[in-house]
């Protein structure tokens, strides 16, 4: 009789801890539009505003699958974000236009003696203060300064670089990308290897390049993430239409893609899919709305922060033996760095010659000099200096060197951007109104690489070709950064196989 009450207590226990697991995760789902976590609500927010890029008239990239990806909270979400951030733009604006205004009558001199030789040098010092530099000079380290471009975000910014590699990599050099000065490396690369016609998306999210970019026939297409995020992105590929599946339609069944950054190549294949598009309709038959560009495309739900998540991969097709282009975007942040370590090596291992890698990185600020520290505080503690707003406020005042060694941030870029992307108490989050609209996945972050990029590569089987950060990878594109940025330590880089 004993037992029989401890095991029906047991059993009771259990059923309820099994209730209340299940009614916190119904709590989390409800709480990020289906999804489990915050880290993978992140990906509904980048894809809304994939979204509202693609509706301006110049958008730099172009997704129209990212609106039906990203669902409503996140667009509704986005939304109010931008017009916030874009308030807070014009508000900036008509303020500097009010100082200057303000300093230039102040300053003006109250009259001028004709024949006074000083008169007219301090109004010629201004002018050509205030005069723009020579072309030459803005286009300085082979970066021309774009003029008349609208600025662009560091969102934005990343979605184009990744989007380039994928074409470099896969177009074998040939891609009109592979000309921007900070594709250079990874372009000669690729031309001196084997043809590359394996992606990987590590931490993929409601990535949509294999429906969106046009890629060279034969492409196999990997992506790799949580899989709640996954389930969520197959099902709502479902709903708006979009091929899953190399064979769920004709061939013939081709949709013509955006070709922006393609090879000459991309040209024929441009005039094959419209060919077969034509044939298909008069024919009669049902059209794909979304067609993959890629020759198959396969998901594998793992936790990259366990060790043998390769399995997965190679299970769905991976050929070990092939070049692979691998792309890490917007994920190490959010591992620990022993996991970053062993993802990096792990890749490497299923990786053969000619196989490359892109990542997004936050660098870690170096440590400034004691003594600098001690001399600039006015005494011999270094505190001041170290404190996020000190060393976003030296940053303001320093102007960035323009010119960085690949993987090692100035000491002003740095320290200005660890301000922005230093993380609150693990788990933290904010809510501005009501909804998610103002989600703190800042929070979520826990790596932050030390003593330099390239170096960390190497230790982990990778030499880097690039590395540069996001400002200056703007500035590689001949465009401007968005809000007047010019410090930051968010880095991208390129690395073939060691």
Request: positive net charge; aromatic residues 6%; hydrophobic residues 45%.
């Amino acid at each position: 009789m004993g037992a029989a009450r401890v095991v029906s207590v047991g059993l009771g226990t259990l059923a309820m801890v099994e209730l209340l697991r299940r009614a916190v995760l119904g709590w989390k789902r409800r709480k990020f539009c289906g999804l489990d976590s915050l880290v993978s609500f992140s990906a509904c927010v980048i894809a809304a505003r994939r979204a509202f890029e693609t509706e301006l008239p110049d958008a730099y990239i172009r997704d129209p699958l990212a609106e039906g990806l990203c669902g409503k909270e996140a667009l509704e979400s986005c939304r109010k974000r931008l017009a916030a951030s874009e308030l807070k733009r014009s508000e900036t604006a008509a303020t500097a236009t009010a100082t200057t205004s303000s300093t230039t009558s102040d300053a003006a001199p109250a009259s001028a003696q004709p024949g006074d030789p000083h008169a007219s040098a301090p109004q010629s010092a201004t002018a050509a203060a205030a005069a723009p530099p020579a072309p030459e000079q803005q286009a300085g380290q082979g970066r021309a300064v774009a003029v008349g471009k609208r600025p662009i975000s560091r969102l934005i910014i990343r979605t184009k670089f990744f989007d380039d590699v994928a074409s470099i990599v896969t177009w074998h050099g040939a891609a009109a990308a592979a000309t921007v000065p900070c594709h250079v490396p990874l372009a000669a690369v690729c031309r001196a290897a084997a043809v590359c016609r394996q992606v990987v998306l590590l931490g993929s999210g409601l990535d949509s390049r294999p429906w969106r970019l046009a890629l060279p026939p034969g492409v196999a297409w990997f992506e790799v993430d949580r899989r709640d995020v996954l389930a969520a992105k197959t099902r709502r590929l479902k709903e708006m239409g979009a091929q899953t599946r190399a064979d769920s339609r004709p061939q013939a069944a081709l949709q013509m893609h955006s070709l922006t950054g393609a090879g000459s190549g991309a040209v024929a294949q441009q005039q094959q899919q419209q060919a077969g598009l034509q044939e298909q309709q008069g024919q009669g038959q049902r059209v794909c709305t979304h067609p993959l560009t890629a020759r198959s495309w396969d998901c594998v739900a793992v936790d990259l922060q366990h060790r043998g998540w390769s399995r997965g991969l190679l299970r769905a097709g991976l050929d070990p033996a092939q070049p692979v282009c691998w792309i890490l975007e917007g994920l190490l942040y959010y591992l620990e760095e022993r996991d970053v370590r062993a993802l990096l090596q792990e890749a490497a291992s299923v990786s053969a010659p000619g196989s490359v890698l892109a990542a997004s990185i936050i660098q870690a600020p170096p440590a400034p000099p004691a003594a600098t520290a001690g001399a600039d505080s006015g005494s011999g503690s270094a505190s001041s200096a170290a404190t996020p707003t000190a060393a976003a406020a030296s940053a303001a005042a320093t102007p960035p060197s323009p010119v960085a060694a690949p993987g090692t941030p100035t000491v002003a870029a740095a320290a200005a951007d660890a301000a922005s992307v230093e993380a609150p108490s693990k788990g933290a989050m904010k809510a501005e109104g009501k909804g998610s609209g103002a989600w703190n996945v800042r929070s979520e972050f826990k790596w932050r690489c030390e003593g330099g990029v390239s170096k960390f590569l190497a230790e982990c089987g990778w030499s880097a070709l690039w590395t540069e950060s996001w400002l200056q990878t703007v500035q590689s594109y001949g465009l401007t950064p968005e809000g007047g940025s010019t410090a930051s330590g968010v880095y991208f880089t390129s690395a073939k196989l060691a």
